[in-house]
């Protein structure tokens, strides 16, 4: 099974008064999440189903994304995933059907990150390091597990197979 653990894109910061919910992409997101989706259809990643948290920028981050799939995989908004810790969005990781072969999950920090770090025991030695230093905005971490089934993840059972983010992708300007 893969799992693909992906940060929301840049979002713009909450005005006085609005809700945190609500906050939407900002320029630098909405270029970010069709850039992280053309990554994941060109290494052939492109997850069987997708668990989406419920703001507003993780939905318009996934709208974002699949934009470069050939077609969009079955996909829950999960009020759960909303500012949730790692054991939460385990535990709503679980609920997925086992003849999903790879799922995306598009989350929150500080919980997308802690959830990777109790997920991963083995894999690339300087990916696990850059992971182990955040996980930005369109931070997307694959972790590959030996299981068959949802229900059995457990702690310090994946693999991490890669880690990018769209900084790691587009090389830097010289100027």
């Known amino acids: 099974m893969r799992l693909l653990l992906l940060r929301h894109a840049k979002a713009e910061k909450a005005p006085p008064g609005a ?4 906050r939407a992409l900002n320029p630098r997101g909405r270029s970010d999440a069709p850039l992280i989706g053309s990554y994941i259809a060109r290494h052939a990643l492109i997850p069987s189903r997708g668990l989406v948290s419920t703001a507003r920028r993780t939905r318009e981050t996934f709208d974002g994304v699949v934009t470069a799939f050939p077609a969009r995989p079955t996909v829950s908004f999960e009020e759960r995933l909303y500012d949730a810790k790692a054991e939460a969005i385990l535990a709503v990781i ?3 059907p086992s003849d999903a ?3 995306l999950v598009i ?4 919980g997308l ?3 990777a770090m109790l997920l991963i025991a083995s894999g690339d030695v300087e990916a696990r390091e850059r992971l182990n230093e955040g996980l930005p ?3 997307l971490a694959v972790i590959d597990f030996a299981a068959d089934d949802w229900r059995k993840l457990h702690r310090r ?4 197979e890669r880690f990018v983010s769209p900084r790691t992708l587009v090389p830097t300007d010289p100027a």
């Not at 809700?19 to 609500?22: A, L, N």
């Not at 059972?157 to 991490?160: A, F, S, T």
């Open 94 to 96: 679980k609920e997925t």
């Open 101 to 103: 072969a790879s799922l």
């Open 157 to 160: 059972g994946g693999r991490l």
């Open 19 to 22: 809700r945190d919910h609500e």
């Open 137 to 139: 905005t369109s931070g």
């Open 107 to 110: 989350g929150h920090n500080p």
């Open 113 to 115: 990150h802690d959830l």
